[in-house]
């Protein structure tokens, strides 16, 4: 059982998700939120798996949450709740350590596999909103230099061990922690390191944010 909190001010939005999740015997919801002060609060008696997060919301908003629990609690998975027309806030997000984002309208089976996703080890990007944001790292690139992206290339050779680097193709494939364990032949734990010590060197906050890095520096 994957235990949730739903963080966004909308009691509308709160109650549909309650409703979707309840669908399924994997997941639990242990909390709601209406800020994120308010979850803050709330996190200081209930320790969730899993934040389901609103971008917009009053008081302190899913951006500035974001990077506050995660300084807090980093093992705590953050999904980002957005609208399609919200993915100027993903890249901000993202560098705060959000794990990933799915739309507000999404189907139950999908935020369930989503919410599953993340407990994995898998980086969540919605796919509609993924190309909006790989489009944007697109025009980013084209405005810089070819000097400029050589020396995020060999940032990355210089910084990263052989297998951190055979770590980062995998999760650059969208591969989780589970299915690079397998195909590298070591443990699960091992791997998570791994991840770990690429996002300290690289000074990323989080595996999402790395994959999207790791786009905009191989495009």
């Known amino acids: 059982m994957i235990n949730v909190i739903i963080a966004d001010d909308q009691e509308s939005v709160r109650e549909g998700l309650k409703m979707i999740l309840s669908m399924g015997d994997e997941i639990e919801i242990i909390g709601e939120a209406t800020n994120g002060r308010d979850l803050l609060d709330k996190l200081a008696i209930l320790l969730p798996e899993v934040i389901l997060m609103d971008i917009r919301m009053p008081v302190m908003d899913g951006i500035e949450a974001t990077r506050m629990v995660k300084e807090m609690y980093p093992h705590i998975k953050i999904i980002i709740l957005t609208t399609f027309y919200e993915d100027s806030y993903i890249f901000e997000v993202l560098k705060n350590g959000a794990d990933g984002y799915i739309l507000k309208d999404s189907s139950s089976a999908e935020i369930i596999r989503s919410i599953i996703a ?34 995020e290339e060999e940032k990355i050779l210089s910084l990263l061990t052989q297998r951190e680097l055979e770590v980062a193709e995998h999760i650059l494939k969208g591969k989780s922690n589970k299915v690079i364990s397998e195909d590298m032949f070591v443990t699960e734990g091992t791997v998570k390191n791994y991840v770990s010590r690429i996002l300290e060197k690289l000074e990323l906050n989080s595996r999402a944010e790395l994959m999207l890095y790791l786009q905009k520096v191989r495009r």
């Open 118 to 151: 993340v407990c994995e080890g898998n980086v969540l990007l919605n796919p509609k909103v993924a190309a909006k944001v790989v489009k944007a790292l697109d025009s980013v690139k084209d405005s810089q230099s070819i000097s400029v992206i050589k020396r």
